[in-house]
């Protein structure tokens, strides 16, 4: 399970840090919440935190932040209003752990502009604090306004992007109106996108030998693995490890049966890296099917297999 730190001040309601609670307690996050910190006494936040009996650390001075994470020590720790400027160090000794709600549409790089659902162009809104960014998309006679969950960088209102959300632009909306709507869309992604970075995977891996043995030790070492399968595996791969289940009875080349097994144990990913099922296409054949497959395609391997 992994572990998380909320950032509040006083900016916002914290509804954010809500649909986080709630998110957790609802059991689709996969984590628990340690700490919220806040900057000051006066959050409105810190009244959640106190109902729901979450353990509340006050942080007033952006220098003493670091040494108070590096103490809880947590897997993600998630800007929810935070006002404070996030230290360089801070983002240094937490790389891709920090998570940020932006109010505009964030690329997936620097030179890139990202659209919205009609296909307009949409805002970054790079700079704006919250109410400053719903007004531009006012001002700006936007169709669409949007808010980005990322990873904090170096680069300020950048970064690795892990989600996005959209709320169409109502003739007549004000700044309220408009930002009423987008903000339960923006509860919602925070939910999604730490659901998916603290869920554990199901992982397939086909095949039964060293190679597939190595991988599904590997796999079974992670943290973020719940669960190894193989088709069909070896006597070795699962002997004393309980994260590792063999299906001795399914060759490699059934590839009907294995979809079957996909579904039972709720796999996530399939490794495909033994030489024959890399020939016979199985990534493109999972891949057709909608199930995530790690591997080249038929084509990409022929080099391999001519």
Same mark, same amino acid.
């Given at each position: ?52 009996? *979450?353990?509340?650390? =006050? ?6 932040? &670091?040494? /108070?994470?590096?103490? $809880?020590? #947590? !897997?993600? %720790? ?8 996030? *230290?360089?160090?801070? =983002? ?6 920090? &998570?940020? /709600?932006?109010?505009? $549409?964030? #690329? !997936?790089? %620097? ?26 998309? $006012? ?168």
């Amino acid at each position: 399970m992994k572990k998380i730190v909320v950032l509040i001040s006083n900016r916002g309601t914290g509804t954010n840090l809500q649909a986080i609670i709630d998110g957790v307690k609802a059991g689709k996050i996969n984590a628990k919440i340690i700490a919220v910190i806040s900057d000051t006494k006066e959050a409105r936040g810190l009244d959640r935190a106190r109902k729901n009996k *979450l353990s509340i650390k =006050i942080s007033p001075n952006k220098e003493d932040l &670091l040494p /108070l994470l590096q103490k $809880l020590n #947590p !897997d993600y %720790i998630c800007l929810a209003g935070w006002k404070q400027i996030i *230290l360089e160090e801070v =983002i240094n000794a937490f790389p891709n752990r920090i &998570l940020n /709600l932006h109010p505009g $549409l964030i #690329p !997936d790089s %620097i030179d890139q502009i990202v659209k919205n659902p009609d296909g307009t162009e949409a805002l970054w809104n790079k700079g704006k604090f919250t109410d400053k960014a719903i007004q531009n998309f $006012l001002d700006s006679s936007a169709t669409y306004a949007g808010s980005t969950v990322h990873f904090l960088s170096d680069e300020f209102d950048f970064g690795s992007v892990l989600g996005r959300c959209f709320a169409k632009v109502k003739k007549g909306d004000t700044g309220d109106s408009l930002y009423t709507r987008l903000k339960v869309k923006e509860n919602n992604l925070y939910v999604d996108v730490l659901a998916k970075l603290c869920k554990q995977m199901n992982i397939l891996v086909i095949g039964q030998n060293g190679r597939e043995h190595a991988l599904a030790v590997s796999y079974a070492k992670s943290s973020k693995v719940k669960k190894v399968v193989m088709t069909p595996g070896n006597g070795l791969t699962d002997f004393g490890n309980p994260k590792i289940k063999n299906y001795p009875d399914i060759g490699m080349m059934d590839f009907e049966k294995i979809v079957d097994v996909c579904k039972k144990e709720n796999i996530d990913l399939v490794d495909v890296a033994q030489d024959d099922v890399i020939a016979a296409g199985y990534v493109d054949k999972f891949e057709k099917l909608g199930i995530a497959a790690f591997g080249p395609t038929q084509k990409a391997s022929q080099l391999e297999w001519d």
